[in-house]
């Protein structure tokens, strides 16, 4: 059984027409991130929560935010999507502490027209 | 600057062949992990090292994790199709709650 799970799979939007994307998670887990991927590169860490505590990367840009109304949801906002934010969005769970092990979502594409 | 270095970027073998992968950083870690993720899925764990010198086994891939805690190399006998992934290297260091550092992770590819 999934114990993460990001809706949709695949996400079409237009250039600059808002979108979110989600995910939820059944593992109690207390961090939870979101990753941008593109082709064959590896994944690029936006920001975390843990717990309610929310913790963005330097470079993420202002367009990408985040909301984590409980433990077991997280959603990604992309306020104005353009072209260079299509990839592959991945969510991730962690139980923090000694040995930090993420288990992923399988992701959802998102391409932008 | 990449604080973990993988090695090679990019692999092509054939089936039965060895391979070894390489994760480099000067930094130490207090674990280490490796995921192999399938195109069009997310990464899945593959194992944890924690212990320096550590030396784990799953099937025909072999884990290493270096006596310093800043390298580690994954070894994988005979290679199917299967295995073809991108197989990426995540460090966790104590000061960064909850947080782990990927590099820019291996592309393996196994012909029949």
């Known amino acids: 059984d999934a114990m993460v799970i990001q809706n949709p799979r695949y996400q079409v939007t237009q250039f600059g027409k808002p979108v979110t994307l989600s995910c939820s998670q059944t593992?109690?887990?207390?961090?939870m991130y979101w990753y941008q991927q593109k082709s064959s590169q590896a994944p690029k860490l936006l920001f975390h929560y843990y717990d309610k505590d929310f913790n963005n990367e330097a470079d993420t840009p202002d367009n990408f935010q985040s909301r984590r109304p409980n433990t077991s949801f997280c959603f990604l906002d992309i306020r104005s999507p353009g072209l260079g934010d299509a990839a592959m969005y991945l969510c991730a769970t962690s139980r923090a502490g000694f040995g930090t092990e993420a288990f992923f979502g399988q992701g959802t594409r998102l391409t932008v027209v | 600057t990449q604080l973990l270095e993988q090695s090679p970027q990019f692999l092509s073998i054939q089936e039965g062949e060895n391979l070894t992968v390489y994760c480099n950083s000067s930094s130490v870690f207090s674990s280490l992990q490796w995921y192999r993720q399938e195109p069009g899925e997310g990464p899945v764990l593959l194992v944890t090292v924690v212990t320096g010198g550590e030396v784990k086994k799953l099937k025909r891939l072999t884990f290493q994790f270096g006596d310093a805690r800043k390298d580690s190399s994954l070894h994988i006998t005979a290679a199917q199709p299967g295995d073809t992934g991108l197989y990426l290297c995540?460090?966790?260091?104590?000061?960064?709650?909850?947080?782990?550092?990927f590099g820019d992770g291996t592309t393996l590819t196994v012909k029949p």
């Open positions: 593992l109690n887990h207390n961090v």
């Open positions: 995540a460090g966790a260091m104590n000061t960064n709650a909850g947080k782990s550092t």
